[in-house]
């Protein structure tokens, strides 16, 4: 039967379909009689796939841990905040609190930006009613309108640049120690709580615009019917928000010096989040001094060789993959170019690397200081 297939194939496309043999004959050459070939393939790629997985683990423990050191006494006095963000960064997590702050005042500013479809063709082109008249009456109607409509329009503007600047700042943070920073001294919640307010303020003055105007068809009859409305809309709502935010908020249901009314058996302690950022801090922090005296430029100063280039042959010969500090594998030296003005100095660095450097006697490699004593 193979053979009957082998001759088909070569009747069909005749010299392009290689034969059984030869495809054994392939096989054969490409893996050695032992399989060695093989299975170093093999190994090497495991080898470049746990490197990689490495590399990744080793920046996500950086990027959650790093400059913690900076913002643990702000954290610590979790208790004094004004609100719970503070708790919910160190409950939730920074992506989970940040992805939920983004879709409220982004909220806010869509509802901003319906409200100033409406208001500014008003503005432009008023209608002829409230443009043409007489009396003491028309005049005061006439401002309180446009007025409104004037303030209303900036409070909505502001919600909308007020989201876009957090937004914004969000995005240009790199770690989870600068989320935290933005809330401690950017004064973060206050940045929101400005945005939610501009929001409402608008929709209060542009309600009273329509009220006014109404009062031009219905007199005042339109402002009874108006406070009636407000007064059940109102109701409503606040009965209904209440209820929800004393079920489950983190400030109105579970910090008691809050106003929050938490069960006798749930009391607001956040001990275990707090144990582990301040484990986390801890850990960064002493990375940061291992690597600070790994890359301390002070003592790089040669002849021939600037600190701008000491810092440039620095970065080149440290994008290496972090698996190779923590495995304690560190790259030989290259050799030194004789063009090269930081000769010495990528001399003295690699030297520093191994754990050699001539002018610090027993220097040992801050990478290796990391795996053993803090990681």
Aim: hydrophobic share 40%; glycine share 6%; aromatic share 8%.
């Amino acid at each position: 039967m193979q053979d009957m297939q082998e001759k088909e194939d070569d009747a069909v496309c005749p010299g392009l379909i290689p034969s059984h043999k030869e495809r054994e004959t392939a096989a054969d050459n490409m893996t050695s009689p032992d399989g060695s070939r093989r299975r170093r393939t093999d190994k090497f790629e495991e080898k470049a796939m746990e490197s990689i997985l490495n590399d990744e683990a080793i920046l996500e423990w950086w990027r959650k841990c790093s400059g913690l050191h900076t913002v643990d006494k702000w954290v610590s006095n979790y208790q004094k905040h004004p609100a719970g963000w503070a708790a919910l960064l160190m409950i939730q997590g920074v992506p989970e609190v940040t992805g939920r702050l983004r879709s409220k005042v982004e909220n806010y500013a869509m509802y901003s930006a319906l409200f100033l479809s409406a208001t500014i063709p008003v503005l432009l082109v008023p209608p002829a009613d409230l443009t043409s008249g007489s009396g003491w009456e028309f005049e005061i109607r006439k401002r309180l309108v446009f007025y409104s409509l004037a303030i209303g329009t900036a409070a909505h503007l502001l919600s909308i640049l007020l989201a876009m600047a957090f937004v914004n700042a969000l995005n240009e943070t790199a770690r989870d120690s600068d989320v935290f920073r933005v809330f401690a001294r950017g004064k973060g919640y206050m940045a929101t709580m400005k945005c939610q307010w501009a929001f409402r303020v608008g929709a209060l003055v542009d309600m009273l615009a329509i009220i006014t105007a109404g009062t031009q068809y219905l007199g005042w009859e339109s402002i009874v019917l108006s406070a009636i409305l407000i007064v059940f809309v109102m109701r409503v709502y606040l009965t209904t928000s209440e209820l929800l935010f004393r079920s489950g908020s983190i400030v109105k249901y579970w910090r008691k010096e809050m106003g929050g009314n938490p069960d006798l058996d749930d009391p607001y302690d956040l001990g275990i989040p707090l144990e582990r950022f301040a484990a986390r801090s801890k850990e960064a922090k002493a990375v940061h001094q291992h690597l600070s005296q790994f890359f301390d430029t002070g003592e790089a100063e040669d002849e021939g060789s600037s600190d701008e280039d000491y810092e440039v042959d620095v970065l080149e010969d440290a994008v290496v993959p972090l698996s190779e500090h923590w495995t304690q594998s560190p790259r030989p030296a290259s050799p030194a170019s004789p063009t090269s003005p930081a000769s010495a100095t990528q001399r003295r660095f690699q030297a520093r690397r191994t754990g050699a450097d001539t002018n610090t006697p027993g220097h040992h490699n801050p990478t290796r200081a990391v795996a053993h004593g803090v990681i």
